[in-house]
């Protein structure tokens, strides 16, 4: 069975900061992984996904990268803001044609002003 | 940008009676799913559809869950009878088919709360 862990479970920085949050697969075999953003009590925001013979993708101050290998991913974000403060998941992908995601653990992120 | 939408953000109901909760994915996606989030734990996966049919389930989706797409637009999850357990925030999501723009694209969910 696939699991996803996701460390820290929880993280507090001052406003300015950079930050990466990592995200750990068990079975190697991925066909991509996607990042969301999810604000309490919301919907999940995607924010990066990596296909699995890509090793990283950027938008704007994050940037997610992918070792399939070692079976984990890192997700960069920086120069922090009070805005980014959210719960972070990440979600692995196995099939192809189609998107049953499994969902890691999620890192909640507080940046404080 | 496309969304997809949810009906009702809120529901309470008492246990035992049917619920149905409903979605509008994206209008050119061909994929469509239910997740689910009980509060404090991860989100799961429920169900994947396409062309009309199931394509995979978990062992979460039992005889109490069922899907439609009654028409071309909504998508909708059915729980005949609920349980206490069944209280969560449901989310619906959508993808494409093309290759490597299989972006899940979620919906804002709908909390269900079982008394």
């Known amino acids: 069975k696939q699991e996803v862990t996701q460390i820290p479970a929880a993280l507090s920085v001052p406003e300015g900061e950079n930050l990466v949050l990592n995200c750990s697969f068990t079975?190697?075999?991925?066909?991509?992984l996607q990042w969301f953003r999810q604000d309490p009590g919301k919907g999940l925001t995607s924010l990066l996904l990596?296909?699995?013979?890509?090793r990283e993708q950027t938008s704007g101050r994050l940037n997610a990268s992918l070792d399939k290998s070692s079976g984990r991913s890192t997700l960069y974000i920086a120069a922090s803001q009070p805005g980014d403060s959210a719960t972070y998941l990440c979600?692995?992908?196995?099939?192809?044609?189609?998107?049953?995601?499994?969902f890691g653990t999620g890192t909640k992120l507080q940046v404080i002003p | 940008e496309p969304e997809v939408t949810q009906t009702p953000s809120h529901q309470v109901t008492q246990m035992g009676q049917e619920v149905i909760l409903r979605c509008v994915p994206i209008?050119?996606?061909?994929?469509f799913y239910w997740y689910r989030q009980i509060l404090g734990q991860k989100v799961e996966f429920l169900v994947s559809?396409?062309?009309?049919?199931?394509?995979?389930k978990s062992e979460i989706f039992d005889d109490q869950f069922s899907v439609e797409r009654p028409d071309g637009s909504n998508f909708t999850l059915k729980i005949r009878s609920t349980k206490l357990e069944d209280s969560a925030m449901y989310f619906c999501?959508?993808?494409?088919?093309?290759?490597?723009?299989?972006?899940?694209?979620f919906g804002a969910g709908s909390r269900l709360t079982v008394l």
């Open positions: 999501a959508s993808s494409g088919n093309r290759a490597g723009a299989n972006v899940l694209t």
């Open positions: 079975d190697s075999a991925i066909y991509n």
């Open positions: 990596i296909q699995s013979s890509q």
């Open positions: 979600a692995v992908s196995y099939s192809g044609g189609y998107q049953k995601v499994t």
């Open positions: 209008s050119n996606h061909l994929y």
């Open positions: 559809f396409y062309n009309n049919e199931i394509s995979e």
